[in-house]
């Protein structure tokens, strides 16, 4: 059984939407589906910062995962918190997921272009830095073509409703399916 920790925000906790249908519960759903032997445990809270999720980590990591998908930073984003401490924070969340022997899945947000276009561009490339940096795997955008799209969030226009959530699930599992294969091997 591999083990995979969804740390992140709303995003991941599944905000707004019903029992079963969170993006960890829709992951593990489509992997199952797959044959893959897996757990997802949701790590997700609602209104969390990257310092937040700083905080939570060592105490999720104690669930031993295999593979640690990180999606913070949204929030940051939103209260446009200093870039240095999103980074720091950030990079210290990669490097105790590391440390814990697990492999990392960095999740970036790209489609937040629109919003705040001077920061943004910082923003996006303190994701790149890091999984560049720590030699993680990274996923540029959590929310392709999510944002703003009626169809596929709640009314707030940010977050997925569960079309929106199936959405990201069908395009991080390549990147999912390369770490588990990684694991697999490394057996």
């Known amino acids: 059984m591999i083990t995979i920790l969804a740390l992140g925000d709303s995003l991941t906790a599944g905000y707004g939407l019903g029992p079963g249908k969170s993006f960890a519960d829709l ?16 790590g997700g809270v609602s209104g969390d910062t990257t310092l937040d999720g700083l905080r939570r980590s060592s105490g999720l990591l104690r669930h031993g995962p295999d593979l ?6 949204p929030n940051d984003f939103f209260m446009e918190l200093p870039l240095s401490e999103v980074q720091q924070n950030l ?34 490339t303190v994701y790149r830095e890091i999984s560049a940096a720590r030699q993680v795997s990274f996923v540029p955008d959590f ?35 390369e770490e588990l294969s990684r694991i697999k091997d490394a057996d």
């Open 27 to 42: 992951l593990q759903e489509a992997l199952v589906q797959e044959g893959w032997q897996v757990k997802v445990i949701n």
């Open 68 to 73: 640690v998908i990180v999606e913070l930073g």
């Open 91 to 124: 990079d210290r969340i990669v490097e105790v997921c590391l440390d814990s022997g697990a492999r990392v899945l960095l999740a970036g947000f790209e489609s937040l272009q629109g919003f705040y276009p001077g920061y943004a561009q910082g923003f996006h």
């Open 143 to 177: 929310l392709p073509g999510i944002p703003d799209n009626p169809e596929l969030t709640l009314p707030d226009g940010v977050h997925p409703n569960e079309e929106g959530t199936r959405r990201i699930v069908e395009h991080i599992l390549p990147y999912v399916r």
